[in-house]
């Protein structure tokens, strides 16, 4: 998350933390987990949901280095460890603000904002609001696969059943939803 040195008050000296922080429900106290290994940059505006065990963040934003992020990250409490999960297919773009659901085996992630394509990446004001639905399946089927490999080895499409090319092309067509923000800075 983000905090201040100035403490309550805003002084524009951010602080972007990637420490954990676990909250025992059984005896209402903060406590520190185990000593963490290589924690992503610190960021705000970010996702992070439960998955079998696992601690996952996606995405977020941070000021002091400009930078939105498109990563994915698991954390196992026990052990403390983070890992950078790699993910096959096209993943969302760098993003902020963000809505991750878990679905079963399935997250869906939906909207958030990033830089405008149309600005200078480099202005914070100038921000895109995205629209965008992405699915990422932790248990595919067989069917996701061989639709997954038709498109990453750009195979002939014509031979297969008419539900499966659309389908297919459901995968890679933009809903062209999303736009920029209106900024009254600018």
């Not at 595919?140 to 990453?152: D, F, G, Q, R, Y």
Request: glycine share 8%.
């Amino acid at each position: 998350g983000r905090a201040d040195r100035a403490g309550p008050f805003h002084s524009n000296n951010e602080i972007y933390c990637n420490q954990i922080r676990v909250f025992d429900l059984q005896i209402e106290t903060w406590l520190d987990p185990p000593k963490s290994t290589n924690p992503p940059e610190g960021r705000r505006s970010h996702s992070a949901f439960p998955y079998q065990g696992g601690l996952y963040v996606f995405g977020g934003y941070n000021a002091r280095l400009n930078r939105h992020f498109q990563d994915l990250w698991k954390f196992t409490p026990e052990s403390g460890q983070w890992q950078r999960v790699e993910v096959q297919g096209k993943g969302p773009c760098a993003r902020r603000r963000q809505c991750c659901c878990v679905l079963g085996d399935k997250i869906l992630l939906f909207g958030g904002t990033s830089p405008s394509q149309d600005q200078d990446l480099q202005d914070e004001f100038y921000l895109m609001d995205h629209s965008d639905l992405y699915i990422l399946d932790f248990s595919p089927s067989l069917k996701t696969l061989c639709k997954l490999a038709v498109l990453h080895y750009n195979l002939d499409q014509s031979c297969l059943p008419h539900d499966i090319r659309w389908e297919l092309s459901a995968m890679t067509t933009n809903s062209n939803i999303s736009r920029p923000l209106l900024s009254s800075h600018g």
